[in-house]
């Protein structure tokens, strides 16, 4: 064996016999190797004689039907690490995998399996793999569309839990009522500010407390103007509160430096919900009497569209047991019999109101405000309405 020191390592020859290109055996190429062609003169350990090496570029190329980790996954990739090739994508062949529904029927369009299987996931309806994940995705499609294009309805009605709170609230309406105006004064004021916070979440404006303010002062200029006046002079103190908060609403909106349609929808959703707050305060200009009937067939309405019934069968339970409210609360007052009349009429108003509010997949705290208060807020003028005419 040779003494002869041992200069480096010829490219593409190895002592062991390895297979060529191996990254994990590839050496790195030195600064200090001749470029030039050399020729191993000594002898090895190999018995068989070794031809002259050829050194050429020692930058290392990958070999065929191999690609580098790196580019097959972009930027993220690792350079130099070496992958298999994938397999291409195949169409999903329902005779080679059955799923856990049934065999495969090849007879059967698309990949579809006996007994109710369906493909593996990833596989279309017409049997092909999908393609790769894309960046861009699809454009986001809200709840309501979703529930219109799957033939469903986009309504959620407020559930059990605010119907409850729009009963107290009517209790507490219909009891405050008999006690005197001052005391009605105080759920009243709490129906305005309910009524004005729902209205604006209702429409998907949140927060907008410059608005809600705005309405709420509105309802509350009306309160006060009604207290003053008194009830005879309730259609001026009311309509001229409407007209003055329309009027100052518009200036505002006019003052805004925002696009032309974001101010028409602020301007409009502000109007309606400074109208709704400033009309509640019906209940406040309507004779006591008919507050306490109207009250009370709106809590009863409230809870009987509440129980579990088809909508059809829900409605007309909660008009019978507004009816029946008004009978027995009507008996307990100067009203009488009239009373059931007035409480089909204003069930009708809060049944409105709670529609309202159910629209287009609001959110829980629509529920819980809009749902709430509307059903109270629409019945106000029927209250005062048919309380003067049936007083």
């Known amino acids: 064996m040779s003494n002869q020191p041992y200069e480096g390592r010829r490219e593409g020859y190895d002592p062991y016999q390895q297979p060529q290109g191996h990254p994990s055996q590839e050496p790195q190429q030195h600064a200090d190797w001749p470029q030039h062609t050399q020729q191993w003169e000594g002898r090895t350990w190999e018995t068989q004689a070794q031809a002259p090496v050829q050194e050429t570029d020692t930058s290392y190329l990958p070999p065929q039907g191999y690609q580098t980790y790196g580019e097959s996954q972009g930027n993220g990739g690792v350079a130099g690490a070496t992958l298999p090739p994938e397999a291409p994508a195949q169409p999903w062949n329902p005779d080679r995998a059955p799923a856990a529904g049934g065999p495969a029927d090849p007879s059967r369009p698309g990949g579809t399996l006996r007994d109710g299987g369906t493909p593996p996931e990833g596989v279309g309806e017409a049997g092909v793999a999908y393609g790769p994940a894309t960046v861009t995705g699809q454009s986001r499609i809200t709840d309501a569309q979703r529930a219109r294009a799957e033939g469903r309805s986009p309504i959620i009605e407020p559930g059990i839990q605010p119907a409850a709170l729009t009963a107290l609230l009517a209790l507490l309406l219909s009891g405050t009522a008999a006690i005197g105006e001052y005391a009605l004064v105080v759920p009243l004021v709490l129906l305005q500010a309910v009524t004005a916070a729902g209205w604006f979440r209702l429409n998907g404006m949140w927060p907008a407390r410059q608005g809600i303010a705005l309405a709420f002062l509105g309802a509350v200029t009306a309160d006060v103007a009604l207290l003053v006046a008194g009830r005879e002079n309730a259609p001026a103190a009311i309509l001229g509160t409407l007209g003055v908060w329309v009027l100052l609403t518009l200036v505002l909106q006019l003052r805004s430096h925002a696009d032309p349609d974001t101010r028409m929808y602020g301007l409009m959703a502000t109007v309606v919900s400074a109208a709704l ?110 309380g003067r005419a049936l007083g």
């Not at 307990?332 to 709670?354: K, S």
């Open 277 to 386: 707050s400033i009309i509640a305060a019906g209940h406040l200009a309507a004779d006591p009497d008919a507050v306490t009937v109207g009250a009370a067939a709106v809590a009863a309405a409230i809870l009987a569209r509440a129980l579990p019934l088809p909508t059809a069968a829900s409605v007309g339970v909660a008009l019978l047991a507004a009816a029946g409210a008004g009978i027995a609360v009507g008996g307990m007052t100067d009203l009488g019999e009239q009373g059931a009349f007035l409480g089909a009429c204003v069930g009708v108003c809060a049944l409105i109101g709670h529609r309202v509010a159910s629209y287009d997949y609001p959110s829980r705290f629509v529920h819980f405000t809009a749902g709430v208060a509307l059903p109270l807020a629409a019945a106000a003028p029927a209250v005062y309405l048919l």
